[in-house]
């Protein structure tokens, strides 16, 4: 059929092709209808048709082309690493998010979890639960997936939360708030409904004054007189920062109830966030109206969030003047909001050069440390090894390389933030002009910190030093925070499959001891232990044991880097 359209569409007016390309999904029009033919790839060749939105369902084909490619991955971070992830759970299609997980090369985290909750995505919500996907964030014991779903204002996907045997967060209580904070006020309703005593802080009340309308607000009432007030204070501030249009007079209703003024609610007006920064100026003007006094904390709001027209009026209409410190710069810097730190600077406004060029290499904004240095100098801003540290936590290669060039000195320190970061070519970068590697095994314990499969992968590969004979294993023995014991029984087994030297197991019994005090999910990592000593006892040496587990470690990675923790 294609090659006939292809024939075809030659013949075609443009206005009926027009008509069919508006008729597709626009990700079927970016990965598969403009293949045709060379002919639909020239007409709809602009931005509109041919950015992918991984957030939206994408036809699997081109999915895996792309992202089963090898080294598909390799210039990105864990944190993008994890967001593919969590784009694709929003987008449904649970084919794609299989291919994502062996793409990213970590295991699943609750951001996956959450995310697909959040979007409504009841198809992804059941595959992340067959696959043992967390379901609450790290040191957490209660669920936030609940409060999630209802901030999207998906009551399917709450209803199917709630037929599990889950503990979530405050129960009740923080569904509702997300529902309200979604400006979700029939399942707020319904959430409260289905439990009348929960909401009796004022979590709700706060959260229906970011969201919802102000009926909806007043409406909840009886409420007011549970509420403390710090509770009070906190919904002006929600009602400053509203996204609904009528958030002025919800101020006002919220200020007649004996809400009180403070610092914070001009900090919430000038943080709006970008899609409404030009409306931030309007409502500062009304805040300061109606008496209310503009700071620094201000300042800092707008900074933070990269809000300039609110630092514009913050500064020349409301003359707001310098603090001593260099927070609001180095907040901007921290962002990439070059354009608000270069007006603070022009306003006269502190920057601490060395704080802010850090915070903008942590971020990887070559285009604000590129300012900095032109503007004042690389003295000023210290360009030594710990500046080049923060550049390699950001994963960002061209930003380390430029350091580089400029004779930034680097350190062994300078490994162990690359991989925190989780970007391959990071690593490779570094490896191929023999930045010296740490021999303590930290590089190692940031991956399995974040579960990342793929990292430790890569420092093997590049020789990395495992350091301290089991010192790696047991520290990531005792990584807790997922609803499956002390650490994710895919992570050890991976870490043994590759040859990482375990400490002896009477050493992790008693650490598994002291901290989890003979809890039954620990027991599956006590029998993976078992069979690592028979294996130790057959070779007679732990040393040669781990060199022939290193061999093939290719084989036994890549089947614990796509599964979930299970032994």
Known sequence: MQSSLARMWPELPPEIAEHIARSLNRNELATSFRSINKAAAAQFRGPEYTTIRLSQPVPPHAFAVHWLAPGATRGLTREQRVHLLCLTAASGVVANLEAAQQAAGCLLTYAVFEAAASAGQLDSCRWLRNEECPINEFYQHASGLLAAAAAGGHQHVCEWLLSFNMRFESHWLNSAAGAAHGGHAGLMKWLLKRMPSCGRDGSVLVSAAHGCDLATLQGLRLRWKRLQPKDKAAALVAAAGSPTPDWAAKVEWLEAQGCPWNAEVAKAAASCPA????????????????????????????????????????LVEAGVQPGRNGEPAALAAGGGHLAVLQALHAAGWPVNFKSAGRRAA???????????????????VRLGARLFGEAARSGSVELMAWLRERGCPWSSSAFTGAAE?????AMEWLAQRSCPMPSDGRPYAEACRHVDLATVRCLKRLGMPWGADGEVFLGAFDVDGTD????????????????????????????????????????PVLELLDEYQEQLNRSGDSGSEGDSSSGDSGSGGDSSSGRRGRR
Request: aromatic residues 8%; proline residues 5%.
């Open 275 to 314: 899609a409404a920064a030009a409306d931030a100026p309007a409502r500062l003007a009304w805040l300061r109206g109606r008496g209310l006094k503009l700071t620094r904390d201000s300042v800092c709001g707008a900074a933070e969030s990269g809000n300039l027209p609110a630092l514009q009026y913050l």
């Open 362 to 380: 942590r971020g990887g904004h070559l285009h604000v440390l590129d300012w900095l240095v032109h503007a004042l100098g690389a003295e000023a």
């Open 421 to 425: 970061s989780g970007c391959e070519a």
């Open 484 to 523: 499956h014991g002390p650490a994710p029984l895919a992570l050890l087994r991976f870490l043994l499959d590759e040859g990482c030297p375990a400490s002896s197991k009477a050493e992790l019994v008693r650490s598994w001891r002291r901290n989890y005090g003979g809890k039954r999910w620990a027991y």
